[in-house]
């Protein structure tokens, strides 16, 4: 029957989730366990020293705070909650190339004090060099399934939305019960990374 199939056809699309949704990422994918995310983002063309440009993950417990220093994933700490996180650094791996970084999780094995799951990208010594997300052009964070190889969703930031800050928070995965659910949030934050680290009980030193 040919209807089932492109049914079919169009559940296994990668749902783009605009900024300012939130979608269950569990009814997206029931089977999800070894989940990747991946980020990448484009310059926009200017003369001056190029941005450098770092993810950093917090997992945070339900008052909104690391539970440790381990829980601040990044470039220093590639691993987090005994190896239920992984930041893979520049690997390209999986559905589709050009990701700039990839973090793996296996989402069966994070410790349930784990609530939030929440994805920065940051300037690296944005504030020194005078640098701020008007000179990316666009960035995306995209969630794929290891096992399937399949993009589930993700989430595309563009020009009109990137209006400074040297910090971005793009999204964030909450946890509902037994379920997952995937937040949009693509939101420049000014004071960068040292405030919001701070924030959520990170004191940050040269990051």
């Known amino acids: 029957n040919m209807s089932d199939n492109k049914q ?3 559940e296994k699309k990668c749902t783009i989730v605009k900024i300012g949704e939130r979608v269950s990422l569990t009814e ?12 990448g983002w484009q310059f926009k063309g200017y003369e001056g020293e190029p941005l450098d440009l770092d993810v950093r993950v917090f997992l945070l417990d339900k008052n909104d705070l690391t539970r440790e220093d381990d829980d601040f994933i990044f470039y220093n700490n590639l691993v987090g909650c005994n190896g239920a996180v992984e930041h893979t650094g520049d690997n390209r791996i999986g559905a ?3 990701d700039d970084e990839t973090i793996k999780f296996n989402l ?12 920065v990208i940051t300037i690296y010594k944005g504030d020194d060099k005078g640098q701020d997300f008007t000179g990316v052009n666009s960035a995306y964070l995209r969630i794929f399934n290891e096992n399937s190889n ?8 563009d020009d009109a939305d990137l209006t400074g800050g040297t910090a971005l928070k793009i999204a964030e995965l909450e946890r509902m019960g037994p379920k997952w659910e995937f937040h949009a949030i693509g939101e420049p934050v ?3 990374l040292k405030e919001l680290a701070e924030k959520y009980g990170i004191v940050v030193g040269e990051y």
């Open 8 to 10: 079919e056809t169009d």
């Open 28 to 39: 997206k994918d029931p089977t999800m366990k070894e989940m990747v995310v991946g980020l």
């Open 96 to 98: 589709g190339s050009g």
């Open 108 to 119: 069966s094995v994070i410790p349930f004090d784990v609530v939030k799951i929440l994805f």
């Open 150 to 157: 399949r993009e589930i969703m993700r989430v595309n930031v």
């Open 190 to 192: 000014d004071g960068g």
